[in-house]
């Protein structure tokens, strides 16, 4: 059965590092483009980053570029975000996703396995 785990999330003072894990299981993450989302209550679901399986081209939301990195580790079957001088608004809940088509997409509903979540909360 295909599935996604996410760790590393917590408690970070603002200017804080943290970075996330997503290991799959199931399936190889090297062969999908892989995204990171965010949500808060209240608000929709939106990308942060994502990395693309064929050339492992990188997207980035405005809100993170130059602070958060998005990599892989394909002997670990493992996607990384690196999160960098966090802010209090990055307090969310981040949830990895596998795109099942070919290409990156930017789009929630173009994904198609989802983890869990990890919380991630950014103390001011």
């Known amino acids: 059965q295909a599935q996604l785990a996410e760790s590393g999330g917590g408690l970070v003072q603002s200017g804080g590092s943290l970075r996330l894990s997503c290991r799959g299981s199931g399936f190889t993450l090297e062969y999908n483009t892989i995204g990171w989302f965010r949500q808060t209550p209240g608000k929709e679901r939106e990308v942060v980053a994502c990395?693309?399986?064929?050339?492992?081209?990188?997207y980035y939301a405005d809100s993170v570029k130059g602070r958060f990195t998005i990599s892989r580790d394909n002997a670990k079957n493992t996607v990384y975000l690196q999160m960098n001088s966090l802010k209090p608004e990055d307090t969310a809940v981040y949830t990895c996703a596998v795109r099942g088509a070919f290409g990156p997409s930017i789009r929630a509903a173009s994904y198609d396995y989802w983890g869990q979540g990890t919380q991630v909360t950014v103390s001011s």
């Open positions: 990395i693309s399986s064929s050339d492992s081209s990188t």
